[in-house]
């Protein structure tokens, strides 16, 4: 890593709320991750947690099914929940160029960013953008750009081994439209800046989904209708849900958790793309 990137580079601000530099603390919006006995008291409370042959869910289990959920949720969203250091390539586009080198990283939202350079590609390191051109304003959204407009475009010194191969890659913006694989950057994402805690509406969405398969893991088990029972010319009988037992609770879940996966994807992620080239 060159001298640039002896330190890594944020907004600065919280990364949910997004852009808060400081809150009351009156409400809590952020943390650590859904519990086992947050998970029973905020979405199963009042449901006996037991199969229809007696088994029972144990708290290993509900650590289990809130891991998976979480996993779920990132696939569901779309971006990174815990925070996570990546390094990817990204093409390089004529377009995105004249704008300011517009790049979105391919995991949101973005934390801090450790590197942005031209790497060649057996890993030759052509040239290093400085920390100072690069603007961290939209991370929230996994958006980088690049605003050579300061002191430090005639003062910092290109990094990087630059040679005759390395001139090639310097000059594609004069000729080429799109070329693969062209900016390298190494980054963290994840929905907070601190380790271990997460937006409480994340959270929420979490324990929506852990809820709904441990409640169709239950229901499943009711395989009966109705039952009956006749003795010395006496009958009873009586009829019940069946599989269909926890229904109402998991579709008022299910629809909690639409709405929140909206209002998740549109605070951390791109719904339309708009620019001026």
């Known amino acids: 890593m060159s001298q640039y990137f002896k330190y890594t580079k944020s907004y600065g601000t919280a990364m949910y709320p ?9 409400v809590q919006r952020v943390e650590p991750f859904l519990t086992p006995e947050q998970l029973k008291s905020r979405f199963l409370k009042g449901i006996p947690l037991r199969f229809y042959n007696g ?51 391919e995991q949101a939202p973005l934390c801090t960013i450790h590197q942005l350079a031209i790497v060649s590609a057996d890993k030759n390191n052509i040239f290093e953008i400085p920390p100072e051109w690069i603007e961290t304003a939209n991370f929230s959204k996994g958006i980088i750009n690049v605003i050579p ?10 990094q990087g081994a630059v040679g005759n191969a390395g001139i090639a890659f310097l000059t594609v913006m004069d000729g080429l439209n799109w070329v693969p694989a062209y900016w390298q950057i190494q980054y963290t994402s994840g929905v907070s800046n601190a380790e271990g805690l997460v937006p409480t509406v994340v959270n929420e969405y979490i324990g929506c989904i852990a809820a709904i398969a441990i409640l ?23 009829s019940g849900p ?34 001026n080239f």
């Open 55 to 105: 088994d029972v869910f144990t708290d290993a289990d509900f650590k289990d099914r809130i891991y998976l959920a979480q996993n779920e949720a990132e696939l569901r969203l779309k971006i990174t929940i815990t925070r996570e250091l990546r390094k990817e390539k990204l093409a390089f586009k004529q377009e995105d160029y004249k704008a300011y080198i517009h790049l979105n990283a």
């Open 242 to 275: 069946g599989p269909r037992i926890y229904f109402l609770r998991i579709e008022e879940l299910n629809a909690k958790m639409e709405v929140l996966e909206k209002k998740i994807k549109a605070i951390f992620s791109q719904k339309f793309f708009v620019g």
């Open 18 to 26: 997004v852009h808060a530099e400081r809150t009351s603390g009156l």
């Open 149 to 158: 407009l300061l002191a430090a475009y005639g003062v910092n010194s290109v």
């Open 216 to 238: 169709s893991e239950i229901a499943a088990t009711f395989i009966y209708n109705s039952q009956s029972q006749t003795q010395d010319g006496i009958s009873q009988s009586s």
